[in-house]
């Protein structure tokens, strides 16, 4: 079977004045991530967390006991040099890395916040890096970029080189609250084909009138913000995301 549903509520909805205890909530409610969107202001033109802010929530939320585990932390890092904060947010109590594709083509192999490069990483590279540091690594692609650019990626014959996850932007990245953009779930029906038992992530304007459109495409990991944060009944949410998932798994 493909994978099984994960819903991962984006805390870019929840009542920042009471973070920690969204968390929990939400996580009670019967969320398996939470899914941390990092914004430095130069990769998209928005701030939102830092690697503190993740420290303070990590003991409010039980960590994950295995991987893909319930309490994962999953980190999509919007940000223009993402090799820099590798370990910073593995201090932090970060479980998932996801970093943008466009940026670790465009970004240096500094190792830490501090230090400069004039040698520019790549996709490879960082997946490797974040691996050695205990994390999964998640790769991401904004709308316009294409899906092909990631089978060179998938297929390296060095398995720490391979992501764990993949995330298909349906929104631009930035900013909560956008249109799901129907036309970039191609590129999550091409993944599921090529690679049935990848944890595949849609992330953008998801809820109960987009989920089956994802679903469908083989999405099996569901980032919804204010379709959860934002509902009368967030429990029910999430379970009815679930169910879409579920019934739309794929047999080997």
Same mark, same amino acid.
């Given at each position: 079977?493909?994978?099984?549903?994960?819903?991962?509520?984006?805390?870019?909805?929840?009542?920042?004045?009471?973070?920690?205890?969204?968390?929990?909530?939400?996580?009670?409610?019967?969320?398996?991530?939470?899914?941390?969107?990092?914004?430095?202001?130069?990769?998209?033109?928005?701030?939102?967390?830092?690697?503190?802010?993740?420290?303070?929530?990590?003991?409010?939320?039980?960590?994950?006991?295995?991987?893909?585990?319930?309490?994962?932390?999953?980190?999509?890092?919007?940000?223009?040099?993402?090799?820099?904060?590798?370990?910073?947010?593995?201090?932090?109590?970060?479980?998932?890395?996801?970093?943008?594709?466009?940026?670790?083509?465009?970004?240096? +192999?500094? %190792?830490? $916040?501090?230090? #400069?490069?004039? !040698?520019?990483?790549? *996709?490879?590279?960082? &997946?490797?890096?974040?691996?050695?540091?205990?994390?999964?690594?998640?790769?991401?692609?904004?709308?316009?970029?294409?899906?092909?650019?990631?089978?060179?990626?998938?297929?390296?014959?060095?398995?720490?080189?391979?992501?764990?996850?993949?995330?298909?932007?349906?929104?631009?990245?930035?900013?909560?609250?956008?249109?799901?953009? +129907?036309? %970039?779930? $191609?590129?999550? #029906?091409?993944? !599921?084909?090529?690679? *049935?038992?990848?944890? &595949?992530?849609?992330?953008?304007?998801?809820?109960?009138?987009?989920?089956?459109?994802?679903?469908?495409?083989?999405?099996?990991?569901?980032?919804?913000?204010?379709?959860?944060?934002?509902?009368?009944?967030?429990?029910?949410?999430?379970?009815?995301?679930?169910?879409?998932?579920?019934?739309?798994?794929?047999?080997?």
């Amino acid at each position: 079977m493909s994978p099984t549903p994960i819903i991962a509520p984006s805390i870019l909805s929840a009542d920042f004045s009471a973070l920690g205890a969204e968390c929990v909530k939400t996580i009670d409610q019967g969320a398996d991530w939470l899914h941390i969107d990092i914004m430095d202001g130069h990769f998209v033109p928005n701030l939102t967390f830092g690697a503190p802010v993740v420290a303070k929530l990590r003991p409010h939320v039980d960590a994950p006991v295995q991987l893909d585990g319930k309490g994962t932390f999953d980190c999509h890092m919007m940000i223009a040099e993402p090799k820099k904060w590798v370990r910073e947010f593995q201090k932090a109590g970060c479980n998932l890395y996801c970093f943008h594709y466009e940026a670790a083509t465009d970004s240096t +192999a500094a %190792e830490d $916040p501090a230090e #400069r490069s004039d !040698r520019k990483t790549d *996709p490879k590279e960082l &997946i490797r890096f974040i691996h050695e540091h205990g994390m999964q690594a998640g790769i991401a692609l904004k709308p316009g970029t294409p899906v092909d650019v990631l089978w060179d990626i998938m297929e390296s014959p060095e398995k720490a080189e391979v992501p764990d996850m993949v995330l298909i932007m349906t929104v631009h990245p930035g900013f909560g609250g956008q249109k799901f953009m +129907a036309s %970039e779930l $191609p590129k999550a #029906r091409a993944l !599921r084909d090529r690679y *049935p038992h990848l944890n &595949i992530e849609v992330d953008g304007g998801l809820g109960p009138a987009t989920i089956d459109q994802a679903a469908e495409a083989g999405a099996n990991v569901i980032v919804a913000g204010s379709a959860v944060f934002g509902a009368n009944d967030p429990a029910e949410v999430i379970r009815n995301l679930r169910a879409a998932v579920e019934k739309r798994r794929r047999p080997d």
